[in-house]
């Protein structure tokens, strides 16, 4: 059965680093999202990407994060200067159609340091 | 963000028996509604789904229950096995919007030999 991967299981950085995180989505999902789970918190919304643009974005998605598809199967999620309430589990997401199901991959873990 | 609230943290019941989980939302725009079972270091898994336009969508073991007047869903899962316990996220969406889900807090489900 088709799956969405993502690389790495576990990222540690230092404070102000870059960071990029990255997803394979199901080959053929034309929309993509990342969300982010804080310990002990909710799973957020952070961005949804269709059509090689962002379709929404939260307040979380400030001007440090950006989302790239740099090819046809590749979907990833830039931090560009990390900051220790980054850390979270980030989960990228992918579906069919504009409604349905989201099928979600295993997650990054992130631990700025 | 408590547009989406699961007030239970923790369920616990006998294998065999049903377990219900239960799912409380305040954004009446919200037409989709889902829930995913996740495994510790696994992504949200989805489980099973409702339209608005539905009260009941019924699939094997589990059954989603909608009352919009209510503002409410429950998950009902007959009969429970071992291998149910995980967390259960409800999560709700408008899909004329992007469909951004917007997830509970979730709840601990222990099914007991």
């Known amino acids: 059965e088709p799956e969405v991967t993502q690389t790495p299981s576990h990222q540690v950085t230092q404070m102000g680093q870059e960071v990029i995180l990255r997803c394979v989505p199901i080959?053929?999902?034309?929309?993509f999202y990342w969300y982010r789970q804080i310990l002990g918190q909710k799973v957020e919304f952070l961005v949804s990407f269709y059509n090689n643009e962002i379709s929404e974005k939260s307040e979380i998605f400030d001007d440090q994060f950006s989302v790239e598809r740099p090819d046809g199967s590749n979907f990833t999620l830039k931090i560009r200067s990390t900051k220790l309430e980054d850390s979270a589990m980030y989960f990228c997401a992918s579906r069919t159609g504009p409604s349905g199901e989201q099928f979600f991959g295993p997650g990054t873990r992130l631990t700025v340091l | 963000d408590q547009q989406v609230k699961q007030n239970s943290p923790s369920l616990s019941v006998q294998e065999g028996r049903i377990s219900i989980l239960n799912c409380d939302y305040t954004n009446s725009m919200f037409d989709y509604f889902l829930w995913y079972k996740k495994y510790p270091a696994e992504g949200p898994t989805f489980l099973i789904s409702?339209?608005?336009?539905?009260d009941k969508n019924e699939d094997g073991r589990f059954t989603v229950f909608l009352n919009k007047s209510a503002k409410h869903l429950s998950l009902h899962i007959v009969p429970s096995q071992p291998g149910d316990s995980a967390v259960y996220f409800c999560a709700a969406s408008v899909r004329t919007s992007g469909s951004r889900l917007t997830f509970g807090e979730g709840t601990q489900l222990t099914v007991n030999p």
């Open positions: 080959s053929n999902h034309l929309y």
């Open positions: 409702i339209s608005s336009i539905k």
